[in-house]
């Protein structure tokens, strides 16, 4: 029986269909005598223009299945830029590296990784007159105390430049020099000579040998600096002739008042020769007392390092040793200061990664110990209320799996390729893809890293994007070194990233006193000390596999790019299978080797091209194959050796070579 409908008491009749579709009739013409007689006059445009109604989409939006679209046509990736490859990985610099946080979106190959344009570097010139007569030790010495400065200059952010008395003589007015009839001192006469190779070069930055910068990256006058733009001739208090800026036109007027001096025959330097009447140098504007800035001139070295400077009036060469080593002790100090907070050796998935961050690990010890110096509890001519580096407190070491913002936090991170990161977190010697699309989370490396800054629940999209920031920004390669877990670590990265010759070896005992393990190329590091608060703590059964387990991941991650690999060709299958899943973290870790490549070109193409000049005086000693190329992507250059005067080979020989 059907149901009966009740409302206020009555039943309610079944409605037929007839019924019903009288119903909905009544119901149309309602609806339509509603929009004649009730809307507004204005409201529906008597002759309608499809124009006027346009839907636009936001610039912003981007659609996420543009590069799926089977039918979009295909198009030509960026063009190639100069010095843009460095063995398997490449490179695109452009201002809008954080928009994309998968460079295959833009540059249409995996291997090609969008990096921040690197800015222009200010050059900064310095005087070394190699005419004068010296023997070889002395040589050596003035070599490597030039290295120290190059290196120092460098790691701020500057191109450091010595000059020599082939660009003085490049000078139209080195003629008005020759043609002075009186004889002037010979002090007086370099100094002349460094302006006019100073004035050869377009003005800018002029510095001595002996100026180092000790300061935070970030001074406000080491950025002003680098900005590179200086109208007025200009000079510093206490620091004497140590630092000039300006532009070529004003270095002119300065070197012209000078030559047309009276007071030549008398004076030694060249600010004394354009003295005026009131014992003023006019041409400069005087600024105060630099902070970051030191100056070890002989008055400094006599008030302040009696020691040195007595050293090197009975040897020049012994005692110029010693005063670069002073040099380099401070500017390590330097460093151990502005960084108070410590070093932090990042350690995600911190359970199985002991081994895996051992060579940061060790590199943080050899920041934290104290430098070689004659002088080992002496502060820089700068920083007189500084905080010596005492041995037995040495700098807080610490290894954190979460990235966290501090400006008084040196940040070491070691970027481990997928393969590397689901071989040691699961403990498997053997991987295969049913058990990685069945089983393994994606991008764990990425998201332990980011989880403090970004927190739990967010995509691998804005993870990569806070990576590259923390890696590539103008904070973070101030205060940060990002290293390849599959790769060595590099001296020539080390000194000329920090600015200063780390200490080699340097490990610290448990009662804190500093030792020196036994050296040797094939010794793998111990194991850095894990603390519980950092995540679980590994068993030693657990940590005994991780050497072996390490060693297999790198075999099979080393073979981009090689002919001949140890890797079987399942293992390589597994390994593409590996970053197809993990997007994020192969992102990060091309990121990172190719953000280390750029850094070794560009600094390799400076030294190629500076060593033409002055008999190569403050260059790298080479010395058999560069630790770069063993390091990253197992190439080999043979750079021939080269004398001032003969022409440069330019070609690089490359040739693969299996770690």
């Given at each position: ?257 000078a030559l047309s001096s009276p007071n030549l025959k008398i004076v030694k330097e060249f600010l004394a020769a354009i003295m005026n009447k009131n014992n003023d140098p006019a041409p400069f504007a005087v600024d105060p007392t630099p902070k970051s800035l030191a100056y070890y001139s002989a008055k400094t070295l006599a008030s302040k390092y009696s020691k040195v400077a007595e050293a090197i009036t009975e040897s020049q060469t012994k005692g110029r040793t010693l005063l670069n080593q002073l040099i380099n002790s401070h500017l390590h100090l330097t460093w151990q200061n502005v960084f108070s907070s410590g070093i932090a050796v990042m350690k995600p998935l911190p359970h199985h990664t002991t081994h895996l961050i051992s060579p940061a690990y060790e ?297």
């Amino acid at each position: 029986m059907p149901k009966q409908y009740v409302i206020c008491g009555r039943l309610v009749p079944r409605l037929g269909t007839r019924h019903t579709s009288l119903l909905f009739a009544c119901i149309s013409i309602f609806a339509v005598l509603s929009l004649i007689f009730l809307l507004p006059s204005g409201a529906i445009p008597s002759r309608p223009n499809l124009n006027d109604y346009k839907f636009s989409v936001p610039k912003s939006f981007k659609s996420p299945w543009k590069n799926l679209n089977p039918f979009t046509p295909p198009a030509h990736p960026p063009p190639r830029q100069k010095n843009d490859t460095s063995g398997e990985t490449s490179w695109y610099s452009n201002w809008k590296w954080l928009s994309y946080p998968f460079s295959s979106s833009l540059t249409l190959d995996e291997n090609r990784l969008i990096l921040p344009v690197l800015p222009e570097r200010t050059p900064i010139y310095c005087y070394y007159d190699n005419t004068i007569e010296k023997d070889k030790a002395t040589k050596d010495v003035d070599s490597e105390l030039l290295l120290s400065w190059r290196r120092a200059w460098w790691s701020k952010g500057f191109k450091p430049i010595i000059l020599g008395p082939a660009d003085a003589m490049n000078n139209p007015r080195y003629e008005e020099l020759q043609r002075i009839p009186d004889k002037i001192d010979p002090a007086l006469k370099t100094d002349i000579m460094r302006w006019l190779a100073w004035e050869n070069m377009g003005g800018g930055v002029l510095a001595q040998p002996l100026l180092f910068p000790m300061g935070d990256h970030n001074d406000p006058l080491l950025a002003f600096l680098r900005r590179g733009e200086f109208p007025k001739l200009t000079r510093w208090e206490d620091i004497d002739e140590g630092l000039f800026v300006g532009p070529k036109t004003e270095v002119a007027e300065a070197v012209k008042l000078a030559l047309s001096s009276p007071n030549l025959k008398i004076v030694k330097e060249f600010l004394a020769a354009i003295m005026n009447k009131n014992n003023d140098p006019a041409p400069f504007a005087v600024d105060p007392t630099p902070k970051s800035l030191a100056y070890y001139s002989a008055k400094t070295l006599a008030s302040k390092y009696s020691k040195v400077a007595e050293a090197i009036t009975e040897s020049q060469t012994k005692g110029r040793t010693l005063l670069n080593q002073l040099i380099n002790s401070h500017l390590h100090l330097t460093w151990q200061n502005v960084f108070s907070s410590g070093i932090a050796v990042m350690k995600p998935l911190p359970h199985h990664t002991t081994h895996l961050i051992s060579p940061a690990y060790e590199l943080g010890l050899r920041l934290t110990h104290c430098p070689e110096s004659p002088l080992p509890s002496s502060c820089p001519p700068n920083i007189p209320k500084c905080h010596p580096c005492v041995a037995s407190q040495p700098m807080k070491l610490s290894t954190p799996a979460h990235l966290a913002n501090s400006s008084t936090t040196y940040i070491i991170g070691t970027v481990p390729h997928p393969y590397t990161t689901a071989t040691l977190h699961y403990l498997r010697p053997n991987i295969d893809i049913a058990w990685i699309r069945r089983e393994s989370a994606r991008n764990i490396w990425l998201a332990d890293l980011t989880a403090h800054l970004l927190g739990a629940g967010v995509s691998g999209a804005p993870r990569i994007l806070k990576f590259k920031e923390a890696v590539a920004s103008e904070k973070g390669a101030s205060t940060s070194l990002w290293l390849l877990a599959e790769r060595r670590l590099p001296e020539d990265l080390v000194n000329w990233h920090f600015g200063f010759e780390v200490p080699t070896e340097a490990t610290w005992t448990s009662d804190g006193k500093s030792e020196t393990p036994v050296p040797g190329p094939e010794r793998r590091p111990a194991p850095p000390p894990h603390d519980p608060k950092d995540g679980p703590v590994a068993s030693p059964e657990e940590l005994a596999q991780e050497p072996k387990l390490l060693d297999n991941a790198i075999t099979v991650v080393d073979s981009y790019g090689k002919r001949k690999s140890k890797a079987t060709k399942e293992e390589i299958a597994v390994r593409e299978a590996i970053e197809a899943w993990n997007l994020a973290d192969t992102e990060a870790w091309r990121f990172a080797r190719a953000y280390l490549a750029r850094k070794r070109v560009v600094r390799a193409k400076w030294e190629e091209e500076e060593a033409k000049y002055l008999s190569g005086m403050g260059s790298e000693k080479k010395k058999g194959e560069s630790a770069w190329n063993r390091w990253l992507d197992g190439d080999k250059d043979k750079d021939k050796d080269r004398k001032g005067g003969e022409k440069e080979n330019d070609a690089e020989k490359k040739s693969t070579k299996d770690e």
